[in-house]
């Protein structure tokens, strides 16, 4: 079946570090790609997306390839903030239905 | 706010009781999507309905659960006989599906606590 592998956390960074999480995934076919965010007491809100190989996602600063060769779709961000500091969950789909999340990954970001 | 809400927000209760979730997802969207997080982990999909028609269960999902989206609008996600291994938090998402790429909105969730 489907399934979605993070990189091991919790990651800590200093504020204006470059974050790098790993995501890689096994689905056949061609799956769109996600990243949710969970903020401390909210609820998982979409980061960004990509639907086909060689697609970049990017939102706030965040960016992610879609890798099909590697099967990767890893985050990135070249200058964390304080603010950053959540739960990222790297997803995917192949049916456009149900979503298959990654285990998360903690990113706390100091001052 | 027109996002997703859910109700309870918290739910404590003894082993063996039933408990029920009730879920309003975004009103113009027709899919509507229940999730288990435990902590540590990824939300794991249990069930979900477009309109009213309920097109998907995970295995994982026992017996004990039923959900419903009688109108294809709101939907309530019931446990029975609940277990100490039941206690999760219980997402709810809804979507509009336009182009096929599954963006989902997710409510703050329920969460459970079995004693």
């Known amino acids: 079946g489907d399934s979605v592998t993070q990189m091991e956390g919790p990651v800590t960074l200093s504020e204006e570090a470059f974050l790098t999480i790993n995501c890689t995934y096994t689905?056949?076919?061609?799956?769109?790609l996600f990243w949710y965010v969970q903020y401390p007491g909210e609820g998982l809100q979409l980061l960004l997306k990509?639907?086909?190989?060689?697609d970049k996602g990017s939102n706030k600063g965040f960016e992610a390839t879609y890798r099909k060769e590697t099967t990767s779709f890893h985050l990135e961000k070249g200058s964390v903030q304080v603010s950053d500091s959540a739960v990222y969950f790297c997803?995917?789909?192949?049916?456009?239905?149900?979503?298959?999340f990654g285990e998360g990954t903690q990113l706390t970001v100091n001052p | 706010d027109t996002g997703v809400s859910q109700d309870p927000r918290h739910k404590i209760t003894k082993r063996g009781q039933n408990v029920t979730f009730r879920c309003d997802p975004i009103?113009?969207?027709?899919?509507l999507y229940w999730y288990r997080q435990t902590l540590g982990q990824g939300p794991e999909f249990l069930t979900y309905?477009?309109?009213?028609?309920?097109?998907?269960k995970s295995r994982l999902l026992s017996d004990r659960f039923s959900a419903e989206r009688p109108k294809g609008s709101f939907s309530t996600l019931e446990i029975q006989r609940t277990e100490q291994g039941d206690s999760a938090m219980y997402l709810c998402?809804?979507?509009?599906?336009?182009?096929?790429?599954?963006?989902?909105?997710f409510g703050e969730g329920s969460r459970l606590t079995v004693l």
């Open positions: 998402a809804s979507s509009l599906m336009l182009g096929g790429t599954g963006e989902l909105f």
């Open positions: 990509a639907t086909k190989a060689d």
């Open positions: 997803a995917l789909t192949r049916s456009g239905s149900r979503l298959t």
């Open positions: 009103s113009e969207h027709n899919r």
């Open positions: 689905a056949t076919g061609y799956p769109s």
């Open positions: 309905f477009q309109n009213e028609a309920q097109l998907e």
